[in-house]
């Protein structure tokens, strides 16, 4: 079974650039998540997907973060502009629907380096 | 969700056994105690999770005390491959929202 796809693995930019990464989650998969990493700490959900409606953007910097995932299957996270707190690693999570089954499958993520 | 502690990092001896303690001591009755680990440049991982009984799968078991208040994720022979952090998680399954609130973990090393 494949897993969670992401790219690119890593992205350098100067600050006041635009971004995206992009994800493609394992299929069957309804639900999908955005995190972010900082250095140091444990992923934070930015925003979740359920098939191609938002379930939860309540932490989404929507000033300059902007998520869609229009066919229900891939997704991408932008951000613009970029700022220098942005830095951080933006993983990628889906799993199935299931009261039974809360498991999250993980990409490896995307590094971004904001300069 | 209710909050957990974990210590910040432990050391264990290849081929001995990892305990990872959790404490959770303000769960509500239909609160799971949810572990995932994530080596390091790779996403989270998950190991396992349980109610009120202890559980056992491939990876790991996982004890909860009685009173819900604590629980332990015991990796039987740790290998160096086990290094990471892991990350204790309460939530309820199946609510609105699925998301996982992560908190800042238990960075295991194992040592040769």
């Known amino acids: 079974e494949a897993g969670v796809a992401q790219s690119p693995r890593y992205k350098i930019i100067e600050k006041r650039q635009s971004v995206a990464f992009w994800c493609n989650p394992i299929?069957?998969?309804?639900?999908l998540y955005w995190y972010q990493q900082i250095l140091g700490q444990g992923p934070k959900l930015l925003i979740q997907?359920?098939?191609?409606?938002?379930?939860?953007d309540s932490q989404l910097p929507k000033d300059r973060f902007s998520a869609e995932r229009l066919k229900g299957v891939d997704s991408t996270l932008k951000i613009q502009p970029a700022k220098l707190e942005d830095s951080a690693v933006y993983l990628c999570?889906?799993?199935?629907?299931?009261?039974?089954?809360?498991?999250?499958?993980f990409g490896p993520g995307t590094r971004l380096t904001v300069l | 969700d209710a909050k957990t502690t974990q210590p910040p990092s432990m050391d264990c001896a290849e081929g001995r056994a990892a305990n990872l303690p959790c404490n959770h001591s303000?769960?509500?009755?239909?609160?799971?105690v949810y572990w995932y680990r994530q080596i390091h440049s790779q996403g989270p991982q998950y190991i396992i999770h349980?109610?009120?009984n202890n559980e056992t799968n491939e990876m790991a078991s996982l004890i909860i005390t009685e009173d819900r208040k604590s629980s332990t994720l015991i990796l039987p022979h740790a290998t160096l491959r086990d290094t990471a952090v892991y990350y204790c998680?309460?939530?309820?399954?199946?609510?609105?929202?699925?998301?996982?609130?992560f908190g800042k973990g238990t960075k295991l090393s194992v040592i040769p």
């Open positions: 999570a889906s799993s199935l629907v299931s009261r039974d089954s809360n498991e999250q499958f």
């Open positions: 299929s069957g998969h309804a639900t």
């Open positions: 997907f359920q098939n191609n409606g938002v379930v939860d």
């Open positions: 303000t769960i509500s009755g239909n609160e799971y």
């Open positions: 349980g109610l009120k």
């Open positions: 998680i309460v939530r309820v399954p199946g609510a609105g929202s699925y998301q996982l609130t």
